[in-house]
């Protein structure tokens, strides 16, 4: 079954408003998760590295206070797309690891398709 | 080089068929590596770890060159249920405990048919 859960699955907004995007590793605690944003027939890119207790990493060109991300617990890390825009329609994807170790694969949520009209 | 490069396909193969995805990564100090199946609008999920020995997995096969800094998957008996992307996923360096150093190839569309 599903160890990181996300929600929601999709998401319609208009132009301007902010989503929130939810992310719960379900049977483990992850001090540590990745959002990942993927465009039609492009590979996954990693956004930014959520951090439990503190400030999230962001990626080179990924606008930190555009996407807000905020990991308050072990098992939740959320990230708010804030005054959304068409460009910013997306499939987001986050991640965890059980492990800390290198070689750890990675799980994933069931994305969120994000739209914006 | 891109830090992963794979083929896009599409392979279009009958069932029973045995298909072989091809990789290459451009950093020589990776230390990880993995591939990934993604079906069509779904999140990817981990089909197998790949080890410099060489893994198999059932009908999956998985090898790793690292002289030539590639990686291969072997399906066999292909069945329609295979269908989807398949990504091949190299971590950037060889920095211990952060998995997000991970580098997604764009992935090898596999079409089944019957």
């Known amino acids: 079954g599903a160890v990181v859960s996300q929600h929601p699955s999709r998401v319609i907004c208009k132009s301007g408003t902010s989503v929130k995007i939810e992310c719960r590793s379900l049977?483990?605690?992850?001090?540590?998760m990745f959002w990942y944003r993927q465009f039609p027939k492009q590979s996954l890119m990693l956004m930014a590295t959520?951090?439990?207790?503190?400030?999230?990493?962001?990626e080179q060109g990924v606008e930190k206070d555009k996407f807000l991300i905020n990991h308050a617990s072990l098992t939740l890390s959320t990230l708010t797309v804030t005054s959304a825009h068409p460009e910013d329609s997306s499939f987001y994807i986050c991640?965890?690891?059980?492990?800390?170790?290198?070689?750890?694969?990675?799980?994933f949520g069931n994305g969120t398709r994000l739209t914006v009209t | 080089r891109k830090e992963v490069e794979q083929d896009p396909g599409p392979f279009n193969v009958p069932e029973g068929a045995t298909v072989a995805f091809n990789c290459t990564y451009s950093?020589?100090?990776?230390?990880?590596f993995f591939w990934y199946r993604q079906d069509c609008r779904k999140e990817p999920k981990l089909l197998m770890s790949?080890?410099?020995s060489g893994n198999e997995d059932g009908r999956f096969t998985a090898q790793l060159n690292r002289a030539s800094q590639y990686i291969s998957l072997l399906i066999r008996d292909s069945k329609l249920s295979d269908s989807a992307t398949y990504l091949c996923?190299?971590?950037?360096?060889?920095?211990?405990?952060?998995?997000?150093?991970?580098?997604f190839g764009k992935g090898t569309k596999l079409s089944v048919k019957p």
């Open positions: 959520s951090n439990e207790g503190s400030k999230a990493t962001y």
């Open positions: 950093n020589s100090a990776s230390q990880s």
């Open positions: 996923v190299v971590n950037k360096d060889n920095y211990g405990g952060s998995q997000g150093n991970l580098i």
């Open positions: 991640s965890a690891s059980r492990s800390a170790a290198y070689n750890s694969p990675l799980h």
């Open positions: 049977d483990f605690q992850a001090t540590t």
């Open positions: 790949v080890y410099s």
